[in-house]
């Protein structure tokens, strides 16, 4: 049961809605609790009871860890918590990386990475270990955020989860971010995605040097908007429940170099490599090459966190490089020019997400070859093939221009309260779901994960 479907809009989301606000509020969150593992029975009910192992597993060695204060981080609690996530990335490790398991669970790799950070917070005493196993199953199960993110930090919603209010205002804000975050997916991510599924089935020997370039821009924009536009569903969902999640994206495809795409892309998984692994090796404040080091061990680890396969691992070696290349003098360089800086980013980062999107590393190479045809790899079977699809897709690309700017935003905001900004959801919502009756269920590309 995907976000962009009739059945969780028009069946669950308001059945569940109608339970929630008239349920009094000590009794909110078993409610939220219940509805979401009904939520996620509803997509894989095989898998249901791992992810309640990870939240009683978790309760109870927090608990054990501090049962009524913060006592010290001595050699029991170190003890306790490496075992808990001893247990945590080992699930993950079986069922993602072992080969033993056909099928990974729906969303672990993203409840595993929040729930190992609260053991971690109470380890460091950053958080108080929840005494409620009712708050805690909660914050890892929240339907909107469990499939694909935003990771969130259990400080974040720590307030909300014992106390929270939903006034209408807050309704309306987060039903509107919802419908746009749909539109992000419905409109533009599944139909620019089209021109990407139509790539793959010509077959990448015979396409030409255009439409391989055209492919990949394709890509970068339908992945975008398809994790973008779920992160903004998932905000507004939060919001309709009286929780403030935090922003996953801030226009990635503005930056003017691959460090500060990254900063701006995914935020959250960053956060989580930033706080829990780069700081702790040292971060930047050891030399340039404990820097490259740190640096190298971050993107290994967020490679793999992606999956095991050889194409993950080159999309990550070919950032690390990038990334050490703008450390060691590249930034230095961009910064001298707006102009080449964007140039720069917008031609490297769908180079990379080709080496993400293609599994098939003998394929990619084949396809890297035709976006640089010097190499001489296939042969194109229509030169001027790409100009059909520059006719059908011509709008679409555009559309993914403007929108990954933040000019419509800006401007939206404007009009957010007055009829013009209603009209504008009305239209995006009348849009989406046309699209989603005339075309087939697209699960969110995160999903995977």
């Given at each position: 049961?995907?976000?962009?479907?009739?059945?969780?809009?028009?069946?669950?989301?308001?059945?569940?809605?109608?339970?929630?606000?008239?349920?009094?509020?000590?009794?909110?969150?078993?409610?939220?609790?219940?509805?979401?593992?009904?939520?996620?029975?509803?997509?894989?009910?095989?898998?249901?009871?791992?992810?309640?192992?990870?939240?009683?597993?978790?309760?109870?060695?927090?608990?054990?860890?501090?049962?009524?204060?913060?006592?010290?981080?001595?050699?029991?609690?170190?003890?306790?918590?490496?075992?808990?996530?001893?247990?945590?990335?080992?699930?993950?490790?079986?069922?993602?990386?072992?080969?033993?398991?056909?099928?990974?669970?729906?969303?672990?790799s993203f409840y595993t990475f929040q729930i190992a950070a609260y053991i971690i917070d109470v380890y460091r005493g950053r958080v108080p270990v929840e005494k409620s196993f009712i708050r805690l199953g909660t914050y890892v199960t929240m339907f909107p955020q469990l499939i694909a993110g935003p990771i969130i930090n259990y400080s974040e919603v720590r307030m909300a989860l014992c106390s929270r209010t939903v006034t209408f205002e807050q309704f309306e804000s987060g039903l509107k971010i919802l419908i746009l975050g749909l539109g992000a997916k419905v409109i533009v991510a599944d139909r620019i995605g089209l021109l990407w599924n139509n790539i793959q089935a010509i077959g990448f020997e015979s396409i030409s040097t255009p439409l391989a370039w055209m492919g990949a821009f394709a890509y970068s924009i339908e992945l975008y908007f398809d994790f973008s536009g779920y992160s903004l569903m998932a905000l507004g969902l939060g919001r309709?429940?009286?929780?403030?999640?935090?922003?996953?994206?801030?226009?990635?495809?503005?930056?003017?170099?691959?460090?500060?795409?990254?900063?701006?892309?995914?935020?959250?998984?960053?956060?989580?490599?930033?706080?829990?692994?780069?700081?702790?090796?040292?971060?930047?404040?050891?030399?340039?090459?404990?820097?490259?080091?740190?640096?190298?061990?971050?993107?290994?680890?967020?490679?793999?966190?992606?999956?095991?396969?050889?194409?993950?691992?080159?999309?990550?070696?070919?950032?690390?490089?990038?990334?050490?290349?703008?450390?060691?003098?590249?930034?230095?360089?961009?910064?001298?020019?707006?102009?080449l800086s964007h140039v720069y980013l917008v031609l490297v980062v769908p180079l990379t997400w080709m080496a993400f999107a293609i599994a098939d590393v003998g394929q990619l190479g084949v396809y890297y070859a035709r976006m640089f045809p010097f190499f001489g790899v296939g042969e194109t079977v229509r030169q001027m093939d790409f100009l059909q699809y520059l006719k059908d897709y011509g709008p679409l690309f555009l559309m993914g221009i403007v929108f990954s700017t933040p000019y419509p935003t800006a401007l939206y905001k404007v009009f957010e309260k007055k009829w013009l900004g209603s009209l504008a959801v009305i239209v995006v919502l009348g849009l989406s779901l046309y699209y989603m009756a005339v075309s087939t269920n697209n699960p969110f590309l995160y999903f995977n994960f």
């Open positions: 049961m995907v976000f962009s479907s009739f059945e969780f809009l028009f069946r669950f989301l308001p059945f569940f809605l109608l339970i929630y606000y008239v349920t009094p509020q000590k009794w909110k969150n078993a409610v939220l609790f219940a509805g979401s593992i009904l939520f996620y029975t509803a997509g894989e009910a095989e898998y249901v009871v791992l992810l309640l192992a990870s939240v009683v597993i978790n309760y109870v060695f927090g608990r054990l860890m501090y049962r009524d204060t913060y006592e010290g981080r001595g050699k029991k609690q170190l003890i306790l918590l490496i075992v808990a996530l001893c247990y945590d990335f080992g699930v993950l490790f079986l069922f993602k990386y072992s080969g033993f398991m056909d099928k990974l669970p729906l969303g672990i309709m429940l009286g929780f403030e999640f935090p922003k996953n994206f801030k226009h990635p495809y503005i930056s003017r170099s691959v460090s500060e795409f990254w900063r701006r892309w995914h935020i959250t998984l960053g956060r989580w490599f930033r706080e829990y692994v780069y700081i702790p090796l040292g971060g930047n404040r050891k030399g340039k090459a404990r820097t490259i080091f740190n640096l190298f061990v971050v993107w290994s680890l967020t490679a793999v966190w992606h999956g095991a396969e050889g194409h993950f691992l080159i999309w990550g070696a070919s950032l690390l490089l990038l990334l050490a290349l703008e450390k060691a003098f590249l930034l230095q360089f961009l910064k001298k020019s707006k102009i």
